[in-house]
């Protein structure tokens, strides 16, 4: 069966004319709402919540905003350590590579000890500026942190949300207690 045996021909008609009248800017007159006390009161509440809601999205953004400068400078910081610890590592990698113990003579002490030498103080640098990059990402981490945190959400909700979210979690360990109490008081009543 092909698809258009499933679809009447009303029914393509039909989409035409839904499509005709899209097309066709039709300004219909919009009822006036009812102006009974509910819907003020509806209104009234909306306003509120709106208010609330641009006070919370507008302290969010200015507190970004506010974040914004010293992240910036921070990742200046970082990135500029990084682009001196690549040169560096680059230079200390290419003086390493080029150390040579093939050509040592039979008497290699003092060409062994310069080379131990090199190769200690290329050990101490490269842990002073994996350190230094630690130290960066650990300040990262500790932003992170921070901005994951709960408290700035659990601050934006309403008492009736934070009621509610205290209920839902306290409930369970108040019903436990007061199952307890009657088990208890129960039990000291059979006893004596």
Known sequence: MAKQDFISEALYKGTKNIDQKNNQEVVENIPEPKSDKTFKKALERRLSEYIKFKRDITAK???SLAKFPDE???CEDYFNCLHKAN???KEIYDKIES???SQWNDNFSAQLANAMRFLEDSRLEHIRNM??????SSIKNNTQQVANSFIPEMLSLSFKQLFKLGLYFFLPLIIAIFLSAIILAISYTVAF
């Open 61 to 63: 953004y200015s507190e």
């Open 72 to 74: 910036i400078e921070s």
């Open 131 to 136: 350190t230094q990059m630690e130290k960066f």
């Open 87 to 89: 040169n560096q590592f």
């Open 99 to 101: 150390l040579d113990d």
